[in-house]
């Protein structure tokens, strides 16, 4: 068979033109009808818009005095750091089946209570730190994982 130049040229062409649909293929075919994973939605630590009154760490409890945070049991102004790290901790929301997968690491809990300005009880948040992660209980009841050093939830004495 043979081909006149024109015909080489269609010939060609209609090669390039299946070549780039061989390579946009799996794109498209992922983009309509792949199973992409859901967006990771954070969840807050403490409701929305709360204001903190006071934090209790296991080490250090924080009061607010006007607009100064003060650390109990002496006079000197805290920095206002670590109490905005707890006001805006937000992580990943961990289910069921993995809690009872991590369920054996859990070992040493700790407890911060946190108080807020127009509630009566405070929050009470269980932390546990795990080689990856510190896991957090919120104030939905709902287990929160956090990846962040360890001097910013609990900064030293």
């Known amino acids: 068979m ?3 130049r024109r015909g080489w040229n269609n ?6 033109i299946i070549f780039i649909a061989v390579i946009q293929l799996p794109t498209l075919i992922k983009q ?3 199973t992409a994973s859901p967006p990771v939605t954070l969840s807050t630590l ?24 003060h650390i109990a049991g002496g006079e000197q102004t805290a920095q206002v750091d670590v109490v905005s790290h707890w006001a805006t901790l937000a992580g990943t929301p961990v289910d069921e089946a993995m ?19 127009a509630y009566e009880e405070p929050v009470r948040v269980t932390v546990y730190q795990l080689p990856q992660f510190w896991l957090l209980k919120n104030w939905q009841a709902q287990w929160l994982a956090v990846s962040v050093e ?5 900064p030293s004495p």
Not at 150 to 154: A, E
């Open 2 to 4: 043979k081909l006149s």
């Open 11 to 16: 010939v060609i062409i209609f090669a390039v």
């Open 32 to 34: 309509k009808y792949g």
């Open 46 to 69: 403490l409701p929305a818009h709360a204001v903190i009154d006071q934090l209790i760490l296991p080490e250090q409890h924080y009061i607010r005095q006007g607009d100064d945070w």
């Open 99 to 117: 809690m009872t997968k991590l369920q054996p690491q859990l070992t040493q809990p700790r407890t911060v209570e946190i108080w807020l300005q």
């Open 150 to 154: 360890p001097t910013y939830l609990f």
